[in-house]
């Protein structure tokens, strides 16, 4: 069956460290993936996007990397903030699709 | 650019009555998707709108529920009658159909059916 997965626990990390979160997908052939930020009480909203093609992908404090062998995406933020708590989404598109497929979220606390 | 707009923001109401969602669109953008969001099963595509048809409703629950897009700039999701089970955030979210796609949500409407 076709499965996304994303750490269900709560990652709790010091304020200046590396946050990475981890996006693993079975039975799916994704040509792109994206990454959303949802805080409470709000929608999620667009980080990054890294194509099949592409190894890894950068924003400011943000990368991304994507492994079609090992199905799986890793989300890091250098230099954590308490401002970046959240939870954070990753998403799926296949080819000729225009459907997203979320995955359940892991939610970052980032300790001052 | 004011964003996705919901109303209402939060709704109470009771088993068996009729609850309406609204949603208007960013300008220009021609997809319009409803999701749902529970704890249980996170965030589920209801219903997919391109250029105001709806294309893909597979994930609607049931008759019950029901949605329209009357034109570019607004739709309705309906649930009637409402029960206890469709108690969820409903997102509404657009984007504008191209290479990418991405989607740009609303801050989602809060259903309680008691």
């Known amino acids: 069956s076709q499965k996304i997965e994303q750490n269900s626990e709560a990652l709790n990390i010091q304020e200046g460290k590396t946050a990475t979160l981890t996006c693993n997908y079975t039975?799916?052939?994704?040509?792109?993936l994206q990454w959303y930020r949802q805080d409470p009480g709000r929608g999620p909203v667009f980080l990054l996007l890294?194509?099949?093609?592409?190894k890894e992908k950068r924003k400011e404090r943000l990368k991304v990397t994507f492994d079609t062998t090992l199905k799986q995406s890793l989300f890091h933020i250098t230099a954590s903030q308490p401002a970046d708590s959240a939870t954070y989404l990753c998403?799926?598109?296949?080819?000729?699709?225009?459907?997203?497929?979320f995955g359940s979220g892991t939610r970052l606390l980032v300790r001052p | 650019d004011a964003g996705v707009i919901q109303s209402p923001r939060h709704e109470v109401t009771e088993m068996g009555q009729e609850v309406t969602l609204r949603c208007k669109p960013i300008?220009?953008?021609?997809?319009l998707f409803w999701y749902r969001q529970t704890m249980m099963r996170g965030l589920e595509l209801l219903i997919y709108?391109?250029?105001?048809?709806?294309?893909?409703d597979s994930g609607m629950p049931e008759d019950r529920f029901s949605a329209k897009m009357p034109n570019a700039s607004f739709s309705t999701l309906k649930i009637q009658p409402s029960e206890p089970r469709d108690s969820a955030v409903y997102f509404c979210?657009?984007?504008?159909?191209?290479?990418?796609?991405?989607?740009?949500f609303g801050p989602g409407t809060r259903l309680t059916v008691l």
């Open positions: 979210a657009s984007s504008n159909s191209g290479d990418t796609d991405t989607q740009y």
């Open positions: 039975n799916y052939s994704p040509a792109y």
């Open positions: 890294i194509r099949e093609n592409e």
């Open positions: 998403a799926l598109r296949m080819d000729s699709s225009y459907k997203l497929i």
């Open positions: 300008s220009g953008h021609n997809s």
């Open positions: 709108f391109n250029n105001n048809v709806p294309i893909d």
